[in-house]
């Protein structure tokens, strides 16, 4: 179990280079699979807050705008269903960010680094190395339709706040596998990448807040913060492409400062929806309107291209002035789900359900891993029908509510009774067949 502060520093990289400086001879960490309870907990905390601060401005305020529970349980169900993807990834091929830096490292990389001889030298390589190809591979899931639309899932969500870090889709996990490549010809150790590549993504998450204004003391020259990534959210949103470090931007000339607070969020071309099948594959749909074959299709630019490399913008000036018209509320109109005539207590019913299922598939996640690699298997893919399901009931079809209420409680019982009965590995064993426990470590 971790314990709040250890939980809470992972996710501002308060890690020390000594502490980082990880080999064979060290566990690997866990920190993305400890963070789940940290997740839902500071999403939490937010909506408190949030809610605190509707009241004292008896609701009519610049606050930032209440959660929507039906936006934030879409998000958890997008992110959940790209770690089932990924587990799947990991269970049936054994491939993962890791392995794949892994085997360049071990083939092409010129020397091995001695992390623990090289402690800061290392910290500092990681920390730098590791965040400038996140740059390049947000910004090129941008700029190309084939790449973002594995993206795009990300940029869904019409709110801002915690939960729309979780909202991720399904194929960008395999693209964010082959910008390990390069990375592995540093020679570092496998353990040491991974925490970095861990922290990355966790100091993304606090980022996406309406809570935070402008960071003091000139942070914003150089973090990442929710000011700048608000703009990367804003549509068309092809800016700020940073992960930790917001001077890659700056140097690159992507960076975009926020001049005006709105509540607009989203996608140019909002899908109205809360299935994540159906987010994963919207931009598709899309790309049938560029005439061109589907390679072409794939490679065509959505951003045009731009090259600018300037070390002076590094100290352009941030100008402290804004303009706030959040009190003005959504500027546009935002998907509530199709029937709006439902009843508080029927609303209520189906977010402790939605809420359940979603729990169910944080379960499986956690705890799938360690189960033989057939019924791993086999709930995954119980469990990726099932967040299709609690979008479904989201989205509120009046016609379809009754059939996607069975089929969620039809799954539910079949992952509980593959966390407790390993039924596929039991019936394989019996006819014979040797199983061994899950590929995932």
């Known amino acids: 179990m971790v314990g709040i502060v250890e939980g809470v520093r992972r996710f501002f990289y308060f890690y020390t280079p000594w502490e980082l400086a990880l080999d064979n001879t060290d566990i690997e960490p866990k920190f993305l699979t ?31 705008s209440l959660h929507r529970w039906d936006d934030v349980i879409a998000g958890s169900i997008s992110g959940t269903l790209q770690q089932m993807f990924y587990l799947f990834l ?20 010129p020397f091995d680094v001695d992390i623990k001889v090289w402690p800061i030298t290392s910290f500092v390589c990681l920390l730098l190395f590791k965040d400038l190809s996140y740059y390049w591979l947000h910004r090129i899931l941008h700029e190309f339709h084939g790449l973002w639309s594995a993206h795009a899932v990300h940029h869904s969500g019409e709110d801002y706040n915690l939960s729309t870090a979780l909202r991720q889709g399904v194929l960008q996990a395999v693209f964010s596998m082959l910008f390990a490549i390069p990375l592995g010809l540093l020679g570092f150790p496998d353990e040491a990448f991974s925490a970095h590549s861990q922290l990355n993504t966790l ?20 973090l990442n913060s929710p000011m700048a990534h608000r703009m990367h959210h804003r549509p068309p949103g092809n800016c700020n492409y940073a992960g930790v470090l917001i001077i890659w931007d700056r140097l690159f000339g992507t960076y975009v400062e926020e001049k005006i607070r709105q509540d607009y969020y989203g996608l140019a071309r909002q899908p109205w929806t809360f299935d994540p099948f159906a987010l994963n594959v919207h931009h598709f749909e899309t790309m049938r309107n560029i005439q061109k074959g589907w390679f072409g299709r794939l490679t065509t630019r959505r951003v045009p291209w731009k090259w600018v490399c300037d070390p002076r913008l590094l100290t352009k000036s941030i100008s402290p002035d804004y303009v706030d018209e959040r009190h003005k509320g959504p500027k546009r109109k935002k998907w509530h789900g199709c ?12 977010f402790i359900i939605c809420a359940t299922a979603l729990g169910m598939c944080v379960v499986f996640l956690v705890l799938g891993a360690f189960l033989p690699w057939p019924d791993t298997l086999f709930g995954i893919i119980l469990s990726m029908l099932l967040t299709s ?23 539910m019982m079949g992952i509980f009774f593959v966390l407790t009965f390993s039924p596929v590995s039991t019936t394989l064993t019996t006819l014979g067949f040797s199983i061994s426990t899950s590929k995932q470590t």
């Not at 979008?391 to 039809?410: N, Q, V």
């Open 339 to 350: 029937d709006q005539s439902l009843s508080g207590i029927t609303l209520a019913g189906l």
């Open 90 to 109: 990991q269970v049936a091929f054994t491939i993962s960010e890791v392995s794949v830096y892994s085997y360049s490292r071990r083939n092409f990389a």
């Open 203 to 222: 100091y993304q998450f606090w980022i996406h807040t309406d809570l935070v204004g402008r960071l003091p003391l000139g942070l914003e020259y150089i």
């Open 389 to 411: 399901c609690i979008g479904r009931l989201l989205d509120r079809h009046p016609d379809e509510m009754e059939k996607f209420l069975l089929y969620t409680t039809s799954l």
């Open 34 to 64: 400890e963070a789940s309870p940290f997740f839902f907990g500071f999403i939490v905390v937010e909506w408190a807050i949030g809610l605190l601060g509707k009241i004292r401005e008896k609701q009519d305020s610049k606050a930032v």
